[in-house]
């Protein structure tokens, strides 16, 4: 039987993480070298090492017997605590009503994108979940490429948006930022707040990572400074390591209470409600309390240890441009000083780097440039430090906190050892292209010579 | 701040628990009889009472540590699980690759529509739900009404099939049915697909309640009698009991793997995946056990002495006609014998019957005929017989299980005091409509007579 398929379903990208998991089926399934039998280093997927805390696992446990359909917005415990939650860490005042929980944020941020009208503006580089929501719902979007501090310039935005007739438009900001690791400061989101402001363009505020911020005393919410334009999202899946639970919530901006019953209506309308049990186990999370405090300040603090320790060690090879991570557990690394010796390696895209790292001998999975909605032939790649035992590792933190950058280097090198070997597999592959290239280029000298 | 929400977002009506929610709330919020502090006979929400079996449960507890993101179409041991369970109970053979795992059968309907070309035939009366999704999807679709015995007629659909241009058709069969309770039977479904083959029309086969069939040996799966044009979707909802865990599956047609692919996409764009405790969890619900097939068999026996003791009960309101449950917890009832009656008494539309029904004295709440697809002067409704406690009248079932006809009126009786109590007061408010009608007539004729 011959099926029609919808052309905008046709249309898009595989998403991140069927590329990552098609890309390592397909390259990784076996090493073709004869004397190895071992799998690759993980700096691909984006996915916190942790154990979930024990208290969301006991809540769960306590709920199982909970199988009636809950509220579409929540459950009222669960909007109470968020609120609470978004008081006290990131200093926002939210009615629990102007929140709405939903299976991840990646599906509530395709229900905003569903009701809002408008055209996206997309800052790159960007994380590859946005682009295959806004092209399936047949969005008008226009990418805004960073500058060399690889954030949104205000000045770009001003005049994207004077270009774009929109009545209304939708700026994707992601803060803490995948994959840079970056964070804007106050000053910035101001700045950012009042162009978007000015010209009347929505804010969706991914802060998902906000909660991995290393100084968190850092991190500002734009719910903060721009609270009539901006709907934050948030949720279990990377400050409290349980992505597989599946719970986000989204906080609407201040007086959007009509807007607040579309929304609802489209939940209703694609799935009801979240999962009752799942619900009243990330209460737990978001209830204020020593246990979670104590896991957010230690995996906070692994993240930057590893993350140092990623930064310091890839930034010996020679010629690497790196975004230094202030929060997240990635880091963006840039290797087009080796653009030439690569092309000459016949590694034409970033795509094609991607598939040159993986295989024998180098076995290191990274996600590179066009994954990151960058050009293709930008050689650039996200870098995740967190291929590691979770569970030890932060046994062996709280156990004994290394203080000086030389104990938090050795802990580093200890605590996870394929991060270390992945890097100096990274620092041998362009070793190695340059190698083979001076020797290609003598060859192609030498042969000069002979037709000469 | 001004918000501007995309057009089919506004045009779409609110689904049915929402519908549900808003209605009773408004109506019902509190009883403005001042002797008066009852609650309400729920004939409304489509819910089963019973509590989510023991061994899923379990499964739940073991594995709340289970943080990681789950694969896209579900974690291999659960579409294992779910294949087997259509071979032992709808005898169906289903290679686990063609079995997609969703929050819920919703979402899969939906995302089906997202992904499938062509226009919609929506048999009526049907469930509420898939309506908004058609309407947000921008799809074209038809209605087509059911007859008398409220079943597709296979001549109606092909004249239909016949009409449309479209190269591609997708028919909604809801069977075992909501709201009637019909069952359709080999013969029947033979016929359907049939006329589907002959027209290009494809079937999503919505199946919730093949379990709950009564006499279960009657169930046959669209699955099996066309298995290369037919989606069939199932899942814990209603006859697991666990509406509130959210977890459906989709079984592909025979031969779409390409088909598939596209879907596996729009999982990934959407949603990622299904909470991984969840389906750990419901790997136990679809395997086969001695414990689930005896949940099986005494939820669908109470299921079937409720609907029996509700249609004979509400049979003797004079004039109303009622479809004869063969499976699922609901029957429509029809009150179009007291439309001359209600149009006096100003109840001009099934909403408002609906409305008339909720208040004191009367505390009934039904799902009106509007809410059903149907004309809003059709004073149908549908009667769910779920408002009692499962948990007890599980065990009391257990314990003593009703043989002769007496003893299965007596079992209902005794255990759904509410559904007796309802049921009465259905009875009262259309003798009262028919008592002050004839108030109403006489009022009339004596004013009649003093102008002449």
């Known amino acids: 039987m011959e099926f029609i398929v919808d052309q905008q379903v046709q249309d898009i990208e595989l998403p991140e993480n069927l590329k990552l998991n098609t890309f390592l089926q397909e390259f990784h399934s076996e090493c073709h070298h004869p004397e190895c039998s071992f799998g690759f280093y993980g700096f691909a997927f ?191 899946s990377k400050s409290h390591a349980a992505g597989g639970y599946r719970l986000g919530y989204v906080i609407f901006p201040q007086n959007a209470s009509d807007l607040q019953l579309q929304f609802k209506k489209i939940l209703a309308t694609e799935y009801t409600a979240v999962s009752t049990p799942i619900q009243h186990a990330a209460v737990a999370g978001f209830e204020i309390s020593d246990e979670m405090n104590e896991y957010f300040t230690i995996t906070r603090s692994i993240h930057e240890i590893m993350g140092e320790y990623t930064y310091n060690k890839l ?54 440039g066009d994954s990151l909605v960058l050009e293709r032939t930008d050689y650039s790649a996200r870098i995740a430090y967190v291929d590691y035992d979770g569970g030890k590792v932060y046994e062996n933190y709280k156990n004994h906190k290394p203080k000086t950058a030389s104990e938090r280097e050795e802990f580093a090198a200890t605590n996870a050892p394929k991060i270390v070997a992945g890097i100096k597999m990274i620092k041998r592959f362009f070793e190695d292209i340059k190698k083979e290239n001076l020797k290609n280029l003598k060859a192609k000298n030498d042969s000069l010579k002979i037709t000469s």
């Not at 944020?105 to 503006?121: D, P, R, S, W």
Request: charged share 20%.
């Open 46 to 236: 984006g996915q916190s090492p942790f154990p979930v805390p024990k208290l969301i696992q006991n809540e769960l446990v306590k709920n199982a017997s909970k199988g009636a359909y809950a509220a579409v917005p929540g459950i009222p415990e669960l909007r109470s605590a968020i609120s609470k939650y978004n008081k006290y860490y990131f200093d926002i005042d939210v009615d629990p009503q102007r929140i709405y929980v939903g299976p991840g944020t990646k599906e509530l941020i395709f229900n905003l994108l569903e009701i809002l009208h408008g055209t996206v503006i997309l800052p790159t580089p960007a994380w590859l979940g946005y682009l295959p929501q806004i092209r399936l719902l047949k969005k008008n979007y226009h990418m805004l490429p960073t500058g060399a501090n690889r954030k949104i310039s205000p000045n770009s935005l001003r005049k994207l948006g004077l270009r774009l007739q929109d009545r209304q438009k939708i700026l994707i900001l992601n803060n803490p930022h995948n994959p840079t690791g970056l964070l804007y400061d106050r000053l910035e989101l101001e700045e950012i707040a009042d162009v978007c402001k000015e010209q009347n363009i929505l804010i969706i505020s991914d802060e998902i990572y906000a909660q991995t911020t290393y100084d968190f005393s850092k991190f500002v919410s734009m719910g903060k400074i721009y609270p009539e334009g901006t709907f934050v999202t948030n949720g279990l």
């Open 315 to 368: 930034a010996e090879i020679e010629g690497v441009k790196i975004t230094k991570p202030e929060a997240t557990f990635y880091l963006l690394v840039n290797f087009n000083h080796y653009s030439l010796e690569l092309q000459t390696a016949k590694i034409t895209t970033s795509q094609k780097l991607s598939e040159a790292l993986i295989v024998h001998p180098y076995h290191t999975a990274i996600v590179g």
